[in-house]
């Protein structure tokens, strides 16, 4: 969810009947070897002795002790150190300068002026604008405040006060204040699957966020149950304080994979995951 959403909840997901993997049939194996017939093609071969079964389980246990003292990274008992690029370096390990600390707001704050600090920058702010907050007018102030160019605030603000009507939040289930009712809990939450910048120049850049969301009422007798959305927002961002600010933005639909076959929690399951699960601070 962001600015410009229609905040839908999406299309059920397809119904999918994939039958279940491998068949229900019995496997024959015949054995080599001839002998009595014992009604699976041939009579059993002779168990091995206790000495090839030694020297089997000996070979694996040198194959291992092989290839962990090769993961050592080097012949002197010490591994590779992962900073400095050497052979311990997992595909996985963490790149790139440390994650920003300052927050503005409870926004992260504070990015490089580089293509590593707009990717974080346009995260976050799009963790921002995708949140509950957006839905009640005093938080929604001051999101747009913090991840926005201030020349652009008080005209967006004009925008976006009428945009969250009492008519609109009523329309997603919300009162006119932008809570809840009593007995179920709103869930709007933005996570972003990956960043692109597409331009970056001097003092402006731009960066496409993929995202997934969530949004809905969990509850007993909610009526817009939580779903999930799938879009990119595209971020126009300009340095301005020392930081990265958003001057204009913008979302399409997608890119939307497939819907797996994983059984819908029940209400109070989303409820309590998204009460219990933090979200993250996002850098590259």
């Known amino acids: 969810m962001s600015l410009g959403d229609d905040h839908g909840y999406g299309s059920e997901p397809a119904d999918r009947t994939d039958e279940g993997f491998g068949g229900m049939g019995q496997t024959r194996t015949r054995l080599p070897g001839g002998g009595d017939n014992d009604g699976y093609g041939g009579a059993r071969r002779p168990v091995r002795s206790s000495r090839s079964l030694i020297m089997v389980v000996g070979v694996v246990v040198l194959l291992i002790a092989a290839i962990a003292f090769a993961n050592q990274g080097g012949g002197d008992g010490t591994s590779a150190d992962p900073a400095k690029g050497g052979p311990g370096t997992q595909p996985t390990a963490a790149t790139g ?4 600390k300052g927050k503005a707001g409870g926004i992260p704050s504070g990015y490089a002026k580089d293509e ?3 990717q974080s ?4 702010y799009a963790v921002a604008l995708g949140s509950d907050g957006m839905f009640k007018k005093g938080t929604r102030r001051d999101i747009v405040q913090t991840v926005h160019d201030p020349a652009i605030v008080d005209s967006l603000l004009g925008n976006l006060d009428p945009a969250y009507s009492p ?3 009523a329309n997603v289930g919300l009162k006119p204040d932008g809570t809840a009712p009593t007995g179920l809990t709103f869930i709007s939450r933005t996570v972003p699957v990956g960043t692109k910048v597409t331009a970056l120049k001097g003092d402006t850049a ?6 997934t969301g969530l949004v809905g009422l969990a509850g007993p007798d909610s009526t817009k149950p939580v779903t999930e959305t799938w879009f990119t927002m595209t971020e126009n961002l300009k340095w301005v304080g020392h930081d990265w600010k958003i001057g204009s933005s913008s979302q399409r639909e997608g890119p939307t994979p497939v819907s797996g076959d994983n059984r819908a929690s029940s209400a109070d399951e989303i409820a309590a995951a998204v009460q219990g699960y933090g979200g993250f601070t996002y850098a590259r």
């Open 97 to 100: 300068v440390k994650p920003v």
């Open 206 to 211: 731009t960066v496409e966020v993929w995202c």
């Open 167 to 169: 008519s609109f939040l």
């Open 116 to 118: 590593q600090g707009a």
């Open 121 to 124: 920058a346009a995260a976050n």
